[in-house]
């Protein structure tokens, strides 16, 4: 068997491997997607010019030189992205061998291996279409590596453009690929799904990319802000909360320690009670994106956790394993409840905690404030009329706070967005003896009205404060909201500045909100698709009481009668694009008119003798030995230009035979 | 395809086991015939066809199992999909291999020409009998290296080349050929074994020491190179089939059209080769011999004959001439 790789080969090959590795070369470091794209281009190079192959010693450079750059920079090979890293940069090396067939088949179907694995950190609806190309190509390079394992050449150079050559090589895998969708179809549809996962997931696939994280220093949800990407989306089932009802409850933070908020382990312990849900409970369904971290978001109060999630006393949900796909959750909130009438002894400390000789200035004004206004409430009004109405301003442009934050932000900075407010104001009401925490969680969302759907995007982060009231138990308060109410009702986006440049352009967050009900769509119909999901749909056809063997044989059966008439068509598309069929259907075409006009072919005759033939019947036999002539000069003579295929297609379609002599007599 | 369907169609009922044995007979026969030698053409059908996966295709298959596993286990939809789309294109493949042998005829199997330790060339003619076109047809032999693979159009026809190894003389029976596709993705290779029931003729091995050719009367350095031994005569015309070195290239030149030198000889060199004259220890030896003397004589240009004894061939030469007589030699015994 030939074992060499032809130079167009090589370059599919290359091809096939640059784009399945796209997504995972934006998402590592640029030298080393540097390192690999050249290593591509290198062995495309070296096809294309025939220059010299590598020795065992570069290669041998090159594969652990690429081996030593991932675990410097990964420090792991383990975890995903390290892992698939390691991957690309192993194949890169290994395209710096592929000088046999085998080697150019372990690239190719590794091609299939880097797609499938891409998903393991974004099912975006764009990806989509990479799966298709991607796949589509690798196929076209496995078909030409064994076009050259059965050493027939590539196509004779007819005098195609570049771009139409190019094309038809990749004609082929392209054909395969859409041939199979539907078969992928079925099989996605009916192949039974686990319930449950067999073993756990390796942590660390967003590549530090996460959502909210279960500490809070000033900053901290800043880099959030910027980030557009969906956090979830809901759905609510009848009732939708008013928009300043929508504070997405995440974790809820009680330590301080001057700097930094955090949560408490005591928070684990299970609600002494829930609330019990009335008319006015919220139910919905929310779908989270992969956040790497164990946190649910549900509006105030959730009654209960979802499966695989637990409530904690501070009413958060949380789950057993990090969230790492796409996952969907119920939820009902009853936001008409008290939380913990009584304040226990240690939790009142807790809340009421301030690191020793901190924030010298803040504790002097709460202790003015609190001989004014021994109420609670009065003081928290009065606190959020001070921020309402001095210079106090909203904005995701401000500097980081030093040891006495509170202080510097209540009397010298003045400007922050909710981090600050809320940090600053539980320093103040702690101070002023009120049992205060922090929540952190998402404000708001974007209702996207034609689908039905709030869309909470990572810039939708938010952190609040709860203070404890007597009587009332935990109160929401918003400073952010004294301060800018427009944050509340438009989102952090209206405190990023114009400047944002073509990013923040309005056409294009517009642009990006109509896409995201595309994905939205795709999220529910096809990510979303679980083992429960299929069940539900398999009833719907009345699949869903049969037992195991008879479903796989309803599998199989529907997979033979997706798959077995495909082939046939393909067959029937690959021959309509076939130039010499097309010859052959062009003068097929022009026997049946001259059957028609009374020349009978006769067996064992020449194309050529049958057009002299016609000449005593016909008018216009002569423009018929022209075609005949070109016919026979394509089919028999030297490669020709496919224009040419074309143009002798147009014409003999447009020919019709004219006859001589048509006597009415003759005609009877 | 076999035809015995066709046949009988028994009308005992109370004979009880009768048709089932003869049903059974029937698709022996049929069975034997399609494993049995048969004469070209022949054309492939389902049941000549076998389908399996590549070495290549089981590890895409392991691979596709990883794949699957994984994205069950993550439940991941578009891994998932990933999977199962290529998982549709492997099946694809299959299919197409399979009907890409599907109806294929051999139209002939063409033995070449080959010595004894030579490797002897084979042409299998290949018809499409379905309209549709076939790629990458590979013919192989057990043991026999892998010729190219060659495009069929559809509705024509191509050769497929392959080679068997010689080791004696004689006729010899056709081995089995092995057709086989692994179009379109090498993941599956569709074969089908074809016998064809021919017999190729092979020629004895030239001894590599021979003693001198006994010429009549002279020796051999004076009746050595034909051509330089014959009185030039002069020039003619340059005609198709006159060998290249016989042209006359200056005088072409002068003329402006190709002229070629004639020869006259005067008396040709006509020998005999004898058996019996070959030295040799065995038969083999000796008609080993005698091939090289043929071969000699064959360049040489002489007239020659043999005498085997049972077979003899008058003397002539020439191309015909010389595949005659190695024939003969081939075939003695």
Not at chain 2, 234 to 244: A, S
């Amino acid at each position: 068997m030939n074992q060499t790789l032809s130079s167009p080969t090589v370059l599919l090959v290359v091809a096939a491997f640059l784009v399945a590795a796209l997504p995972h070369l934006t998402a590592m470091p640029g030298w080393l997607a540097l390192a690999i794209v050249g290593a591509a281009v290198w062995r495309a190079l070296i096809a294309l010019l025939d220059l010299r192959r590598p020795g065992w010693l570069v290669r041998s450079a090159l594969t652990f030189g690429g081996l030593a750059l991932v675990i410097l920079h990964y420090g792991t090979f383990w975890g995903r992205r390290a892992a698939t890293v390691l991957l690309c940069v192993m194949v890169a090396a290994k395209l710096s061998e592929m000088f046999r067939l085998r080697d150019a088949r372990v690239v190719a179907t590794l091609g299939y291996f880097l797609i499938a694995t891409q998903f393991l950190f974004s099912q975006q609806l764009l990806l989509f279409g990479y799966l298709l190309v991607g796949c589509a190509l690798v196929t076209a390079a496995l078909v030409r590596i064994q076009r050259d394992a059965d050493e027939i050449s590539p196509p004779a150079d007819d005098g195609a453009p570049d771009g139409i050559r190019v094309a038809r090589l990749a004609r082929d895998g392209t054909m395969l690929m859409l041939m199979a969708i539907p078969f992928a179809l079925v099989m996605f549809t009916l192949f039974p799904r686990l319930g449950s996962p067999l073993w756990g997931m390796p942590e660390n696939a967003l590549d530090g990319r996460t959502g909210l994280s279960d500490e809070m220093s000033p900053g901290t949800i800043a880099n959030l802000f910027a980030d557009d990407s969906p956090a979830f989306r809901a759905e609510f089932d009848g009732l939708v909360p008013p928009r300043d009802q929508l504070y997405w409850r995440g974790p809820v933070l009680w330590r301080f320690d001057g700097r930094t908020w955090s949560r408490l382990f005591y928070s684990n312990r299970a609600p002494e009670r829930t609330p019990r849900p009335n008319d006015g409970a919220f139910a919905y369904s929310v779908q989270l994106e992969p956040s790497e971290r164990r946190w649910l978001f549900a509006l105030d109060y959730p009654v209960g956790a979802p499966a695989d999630a637990r409530l904690s006393a501070d009413f958060e949900l949380i789950r057993k394993r990090p969230v790492t796909t796409l996952m969907s959750y119920d939820v009902i909130s009853q936001p008409d409840f008290r939380d913990a009438p009584e304040l226990q002894q240690t939790l009142r400390r807790i809340a009421l905690h301030l690191p020793d000789s901190s924030n010298p200035r803040t504790r002097q004004r709460a202790e003015e404030l609190r001989r004014r206004y021994p109420d609670d409430e009065a003081l928290i009004d009065a606190v959020l009329a001070w921020f309402n109405q001095e210079e106090f301003f909203y904005s995701l442009e401000t500097v980081p706070l030093g040891r006495h934050g509170a202080d510097e932000f209540l009397f010298d900075l003045r400007v922050g967005y909710c981090e600050y407010y809320a940090s600053a104001f539980v320093v103040l009401m702690r101070a002023a003896g009120i049992p205060a925490r922090i929540v952190t969680g998402y404000q708001g969302g974007l209702w996207q009205p034609s689908d039905g759907y709030l869309l909470v995007r990572q810039s939708d982060a938010h952190a609040w404060a709860e203070v404890w009231l007597e009587g009332r138990g935990w109160t929401r308060v918003d400073p952010t909201a004294a301060v800018s109410p427009t944050r509340i009702d438009q989102g952090a986006r209206s405190a990023l500045s114009d400047g944002a440049g073509w990013f923040g352009a309005e056409w294009l967050y517009q642009l990006r909100n109509q896409y995201d009900r595309l994905q939205n769509l795709w999220n529910k119909s096809i990510l979303g698709f679980d083992a429960q999901r299929q069940r539900d749909f398999l009833a719907r056809i009345g699949l869903d009481d049969l037992p195991t063997g008879a479903r796989a044989a309803v599998l199989v059966a529907l997979a033979a009668i997706v798959l077995v008439p495909l082939v046939f068509l393909a067959q029937g598309l690959a021959r309509l694009v076939r130039k010499t069929d097309r010859l052959d259907r062009g003068w097929q075409r022009l026997r049946r008119r001259l059957q028609r006009a009374g020349v009978q072919p006769r067996s064992g005759e020449t194309p050529l003798e049958l057009a002299a033939r016609s000449t005593d019947r016909l008018t216009n036999a002569d423009e018929l030995i022209t075609l005949t002539e070109k016919y026979c000069r394509l089919k028999y003579g030297p490669a020709t230009a496919i224009e040419e295929f074309d143009r002798f297609e147009a014409e003999s379609a447009a020919w019709r035979p004219s006859r001589l002599n048509q006597s009415p007599l003759k005609q009877s | 395809m076999s035809s015995s369907r066709s046949s009988t169609k028994r009308a005992f009922p109370e004979a009880g086991l009768a048709p089932l044995i003869d049903a059974l007979q029937r698709r022996l026969d049929g069975w034997i015939r399609r494993r049995g030698p048969v004469h070209p053409p022949f054309t492939l059908g389902y049941r000549q066809i076998y389908i399996l996966p590549t070495r290549f295709g089981w590890l895409v298959g392991l691979l596709l199992f990883a794949m699957l596993l994984g994205s069950l286990n993550f439940n991941n939809n578009l891994g998932l999909f990933t999977t199962f789309l290529v998982s549709g294109i492997g099946l694809l493949s299959m299919h197409i291999a399979h009907r890409n042998l599907d109806g294929v005829r051999i139209a002939a199997v063409s033995p070449g020409q080959a010595f004894a330790g030579e490797l002897l060339p084979l042409a299998i003619t290949l018809q499409d009998t379905r309209g549709r076109g076939r790629s990458g047809l590979v013919a192989k032999i057990r043991g026999g290296d892998t010729a190219s693979g060659s495009d069929l159009p559809s509705s024509a026809s191509a050769d497929l080349k392959v080679s068997i190894a010689t080791e004696q003389r004689g006729w010899r029976e056709l081995p089995r050929i092995r057709l086989r596709t692994r179009h379109p993705i090498g993941w599956f290779e569709a074969w089908s074994w074809f016998w064809p029931a021919q017999r190729v003729l092979v020629w004895p091995r030239p001894a590599e020491h021979a003693p001198p050719l006994i010429t009549r009367g002279n020796s051999d350095d004076h009746s050595q190179a034909g051509d330089e031994s014959d009185e030039f005569h002069g020039l003619r015309d340059w005609r198709e089939g006159d060998p290249l070195h016989r042209i006359a290239w200056k005088a072409s030149q002068r003329h402006q059209h190709l002229l070629a030198r004639q020869f006259t000889r005067p008396e040709r060199e006509r020998i005999v080769l004898r058996l019996t004259d070959a030295p040799g220890r065995t038969l083999e030896e000796r008609i080993s011999i005698m091939t090289r003397w043929v071969l000699e004589a064959d360049r040489r240009d002489l007239d020659y004959g043999l005498e085997l004894g049972s077979t003899n061939v008058p003397s002539g030469r020439g191309e015909a001439h010389r595949v005659s007589c190695l024939d003969a030699l081939a075939a003695y015994g």
